[in-house]
Every structure is written in C-alpha cells, then in structure tokens.
C-alpha cells in the first residue's frame, strides 16, 4: 500500500468584471457561486489536490511539475485531464484507489448540501466504488484568508493498494 496527500489552495475573487474569479467548479462540478478562483487553469482545487494526492502516493513528480502554470497549453485547462493523467500513471504501476479521504475548507458555499454530489461525481472520475470516497467541510472559523472568504483550501489523503499483491 502507499499513502499519498495532496493540499491545494486558490484565492477566490469576484466574477467579472468585478473581479478576476472564474466559475468556481469543484470535483469537476459546476458550482454557481458568486466568487471564483483565480487560476490558470480551471482552478479545480479538489481535483488538484486529488492529483497530488495520487501522485504523491506513486512518489512521483507533484502536478505543478507535470502540468506548469507556465504552459500556455494549461491555460484554461479542464482538471480532470490533470486527474486522468495521474489516474494513468496508477495504473500503469499497478496500483488502485484504496480510499480517499477530503477535505475542503471554505466559509462559502456551504460543503455539507454538496457532499453526495460530490462523492458520487469522484467516485465516477476515479472509477472506484463511492464507499472509496469520503468528503468533508471545513471552515475557518472566519479568520484568515480563508476564513474571510478570499480563498478556498482542500487537503486530500489517498491510499493506493497494489494490485500485484496480495491483500491478506
Ligand atoms: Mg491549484
């Protein structure tokens, strides 16, 4: 078994032209809200600490190395291909997701209403039974950026299992 986490965080802003926040979606779900992270790419900030979750677990290079924000190729990008990436190299090594186990920390939108959505949308991505997928919601008690509604933070543990071994 290898255990892996992955901890991401975005500064949320208002949409335009207010601000420069895109359309906050997380796990790769569109969640109408009225700021947004500022990234380079999509900002999925769950979907990139699961990708660094996983490739922590596998000891390989984090996603800022395989996916630069320098890259005009990243611009804009749908994070689930950041996922799917990391979802192949498991593979590849003969690994699967044993469990993952989230954390995402915000004042704002509530987490709790979107949890089964949210699990049962990872539990798709990561083709793995939902029992596999825990989501939680954090927040910062209203201190701090976090806690003052300027950024959005999520901390993900993943445990991979070998499939070459022998799980007894
Ligand atoms: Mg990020």
Do not use: W
């Not at 990708?51 to 005009?72: C, H, K, M, Q, V």
């Not at 989501?135 to 991979?160: M, S, Y």
């Amino acid at each position: 078994m290898r255990v892996g986490h992955g901890y991401d965080l975005h500064r949320l802003e208002a949409l335009p032209p207010d601000g420069r926040g895109k359309p906050l979606i997380l796990g790769g779900i569109h969640i109408p809200h009225h700021t947004g992270p500022v990234a380079h790419s999509d900002g999925d900030v769950l979907l990139h600490a699961m990708t660094d979750a996983i490739l922590g677990a596998l000891g390989l290079p984090d996603i800022g190395r395989l996916f630069p924000d320098t890259d005009a190729a990243n611009k804009d990008a749908n994070s689930v291909l950041f996922l799917c990436e990391a979802l192949r190299l498991m593979r590849a090594s003969a690994f699967e997701i044993g469990n993952v186990d989230c954390t995402v920390i915000c004042e704002t939108p509530k987490i709790g209403p979107l949890r089964d959505a949210l699990v049962a949308q990872l539990a798709q991505l990561l083709e793995c039974p939902i029992e596999r997928i825990n989501v939680k919601g954090k927040t910062h008690e209203k201190v701090d950026a976090v806690g003052e509604g300027r950024a959005i933070e999520v901390h993900v543990v993943a445990l991979l299992r070998s499939k070459a071994a022998s799980h007894d």
